[in-house]
């Protein structure tokens, strides 16, 4: 069956470049994945069934956690590899368009955006940092407003003294972990040409137990990779000051969280610390 | 469920298919250069508000039913909440005290 096409675009690099397509499967059901030309510009695209692009289908795939994933895992894999041969911006993952003449036409008016982007992350990755705060034994249940301990008396004023013995405590916690949080991220910037505060995982995605305190994604030369590996493995040795963290590591990823200009989406803003220090 | 996550040494040439899937969603739903697309989805449809906010936003709520509203990255925010709400149950208690005293009064 030989149905309309649209095309669906991945990501973004200089015309010259030059990432081994062969083998990149993309969207199951599409075509070849393959480089289509705009000026100074090559996006990386395939030909997709546009019945399964409509808005209304794509809305069905991406509420769907399964079809979402399949969607999802196919993007990051071919932006994976366009951004491991030479620099690439990726494009969300519901860019489309009706024709290769349209897919050109929008890629050639954003070229502006497009080149600073490709001259901020070449020769670059982004690296994920997510830090997690491992709950202190009995933090929990005190935190949860339990009945107070036998003995505690009768009165209202040892309850209420109790009350705020318990918010203290909560509170010092909490200070703890945000000025090691702060330290982290500070030791990683020295690494970075960049930084990113992403949103922080609920509970739902991480577990209650070890709630996500800082989630960042930081833009790394290649020549500091190892580097910053060395301060992540730095870091987690030195969590000395009490507070019971786990750090972890992720990438290298392709630019996706650099390619705009750093313009301080509220989602971003967790903490106070996005942008530049 | 989603598969626990993997921390990747340089060495990796790229993440492994195994990259956490809340890791990629959050990059490849809206991260990236966005340019106008012919085929207009809006990423605050319900549906898919409602797979994200499943996924990546932290319910207040939720965490202080769970008791560990301890770690939220606002302290000064938060600490400031929690002494609003001890100021606030004070007032309460104040005029409560204060009503009765009246009451008394009134009664002699």
Known sequence: ?277 | MIEPLVAHEPADACPPRAANLADILERVLDKGIVIAGDIKINLLDIELLTIRLRLFISSVDTAKKAGIDWWETEPALSSRAARDALAEENSRLRDRVEALERQREEER
Not at chain 1, 1 to 20: L, Y
């Open chain 1, 1 to 277: 069956m030989t149905g309309a096409h649209s095309v669906r675009v991945f990501a973004v690099c200089h015309a010259a470049g030059a990432a081994p397509l062969a083998g990149l499967r993309g969207h199951a059901g599409g075509g070849a994945v393959r480089r289509l030309r705009a000026g100074a510009l090559a996006a990386v695209v395939q030909a997709v069934p546009a019945a399964e692009f409509t808005p209304e289908a794509l809305r069905g795939h991406l509420s769907d956690r399964a079809s979402l994933e399949r969607f999802a895992r196919a993007h990051h894999e071919v932006v994976a590899a366009v951004a491991a041969a030479g620099p690439a911006v990726p494009v969300p993952l519901t860019t489309l368009y009706a024709d290769e003449d349209r897919a050109r036409q929008a890629i050639t008016e954003a070229a502006p955006r497009f080149l600073a982007a490709l001259k901020r992350v070449a020769g670059r990755d982004e690296w994920g940092v997510k830090v997690f705060a491992t709950a202190p034994a009995g933090g929990g249940a005190e935190a949860a407003g339990g009945p107070p301990p036998a003995g505690t008396g009768r009165s209202g004023r040892a309850y209420l003294d109790l009350l705020r013995e318990r918010q203290r405590a909560r509170e010092t916690r909490r200070d703890t972990v945000h000025a090691e949080v702060e330290r982290i991220d500070a030791a990683l910037r020295a690494c970075a040409a960049d930084a990113r505060r992403l949103r922080t995982h609920g509970p739902d995605l991480t577990g209650a137990q070890h709630p996500q305190v800082l989630n960042a994604a930081y833009l790394v030369d290649r020549s500091r990779s190892a580097e910053l590996a060395a301060t992540v493995a730095a870091l987690r040795g030195g969590t000395e000051r009490g507070a019971p963290l786990r750090i972890e590591l992720t990438g290298p990823w392709a630019p996706y969280s650099f390619a705009e200009e750093d313009e301080q989406r509220p989602a971003e803003r967790a903490g106070g610390g996005g942008g530049r220090p």
